[in-house]
């Protein structure tokens, strides 16, 4: 498999995560990365300076200069489009213009052919072409905004209401945001691709045309004074409404967007539903950048502190800082949700907040912050909250078995059992059951451990990725253990996907940790269970444990003063 991923200048926090997950694997995978970026738009305070740092150095990548075309190759590229050799002056005057930017090259190319300054009526080059009297734009804006002013007015009041819906825009959605006869607006579209500025999309069911290049989209919108555009952006908001009413949810991100664009043209309440309805399928897709972007959107609207979408907003917003391992930020926001959800009664926002924010320290190994978390949410909770309470007091258990208090731990599991029993709820009993087969882990009961997570597993709703992935880790662990490894096999590629599709970061490392530990038990290859061990040092969670193994790792290859330096980190 070949990945592309293009104009990495601009990468977000979620593809560098991919990139640094898969860079150590390369060597033994048949897939190559190839990514592209503009090295004179490789900021410093972007993300992607720092990765790409830290790939070199680490020799993960090898870095491949790649340079303008040069004079002859400009002359190539025009002989491919126009289909003849170009007079030497000509080849000449566009390398100047363009310092052999491809791009620029065709654009300018595109440009003069319609101007009609190339080709004489049989279509040869004119013989009287004069390098002097050509008029080569100083760059590609002004070259798009020429082309585009060779459009007519009504083809070119169509294409800015495609260029406000998107890159790419379905017929019917432009049709009605234009307001034109049908014919028009196809008559403006067949006069837009003879411009090859906008091209159809076969592949489609439903017709749908895209801009051959992004810049001709931006040169049309910033033609629109700011209420203009706010105005097209809430024609295409209520259309879109309109036309998609049977599948709103599918059509939320583009929905919140315009109406967010809308700015006070539109109601703030109605952006709100959607913003948060888009939020929640970018957090369910695990497209955590983009949730965040939503909900910082949801902030700015400045609701009032009543407005039940406010805690879900910071809620949501700490998932997605989670999802980036921005952990600290997450608890912020878990707390600001918190609060609100105390404030405002909301038993299930309660329990939800604070079971987010302690986890934020538990896996980090910080019991006592995470504890206070769930302290002060079962002390927030309604006395008839029984359905939030069981959840928060066996997680409770959890946190209080880690550093031995194991009397008060059971009683707190206790006291959860019976009210997930006497609830009868699937999803509530096997959530305090997956906490139950942790505590009996932590006690060193590995037999009883894997038969309650094994209870616990039909209970938990596949749809409940987080929950199930957790799951899957406890049934995982004692198996390890216990030496079942061909139970680890068959759970294994499970609890991978889910915790991936979650985001549950913390899953995925006590994943990844149990399959470099199975491949090192069935080869006894130490060496390369030790470089396996190695990234694992960089995640945030129970650091001690990955210190632990690789300092016995040290010990068993003869190394004894790095393995005590580890250990010595480990305690």
Known sequence: MVLLLDDLHWADESTLQLLEHLAPHLPTMRVLVVGT?????????????????SFLRQRLATRIALRRLPESSVQELLTKMSGSAPPSGLVTAVFRETEGNPFFVEEVYQHLSEEGKLFDGSGAWKADLRVDTIEV???????????LGRLGEQAR????????IGRTFPLDLLEAVAELPDDAVLDALEEAERAQLVAADASQRSVRYGFVHELIRTTLVT????????????????ALEHLRAAS??????????????????????????????AGRRA???????????????????????SDPL????????????????????????????????????DDVGIARGARSASDCFVWRGQLTEGLSFLTRGLHALSMHAARERAPLLSWMAVVRMSPAYLDEAWQAMAEAAVIAEHLADPNVLGRVQSDRSLCHTLCGEFEAAQ?????????????????????LVNLTTPAIIRGQFTVCDERLPELATTATRSGNHRALWDHNRHRSYLEAARTGNIRAYRSRLEPLLAEPFLKYLTRSAVGACLLYLGDADQALEHLAKAI
């Open 137 to 147: 734009p100083e760059g590609v804006r002004l070259v798009i905004g020429r082309r």
């Open 310 to 345: 406010l805690g879900e907003t910071h809620e949501h917003r700490g998932e997605a800082l989670a999802g980036l391992q921005r952990y600290d930020d997450a608890v912020t926001a878990f707390d600001r949700a918190l609060t609100i959800y105390s404030t405002t009664k």
């Open 248 to 277: 709103l949810e599918s059509h939320a991100s583009a929905l919140a967007h315009h109406l967010y664009q809308a700015g006070a043209a539109a109601d703030s309440r109605r952006t709100a539903t959607f913003l948060v309805m």
């Open 283 to 305: 957090l369910a897709a695990g497209a955590f950048e983009e949730a965040l972007a939503t909900f910082e959107q949801m902030l700015g609207l400045e609701l009032p502190e």
């Open 157 to 164: 009041k169509v294409l800015t209401a495609g260029a406000v």
């Open 451 to 471: 038969a309650t997570a094994q209870i616990a597993l039909p209970l938990v709703a596949a749809e409940l990725v987080w929950e199930r992935a957790n799951l």
């Open 223 to 238: 033609t629109l004074s700011l209420p203009r555009r706010q105005r097209l952006h809430l024609k295409v908001a209520d």
């Open 37 to 53: 970026y503009r090295d004179v738009e490789l900021d410093v305070t972007r993300p992607f300076a720092k990765a790409l740092e």
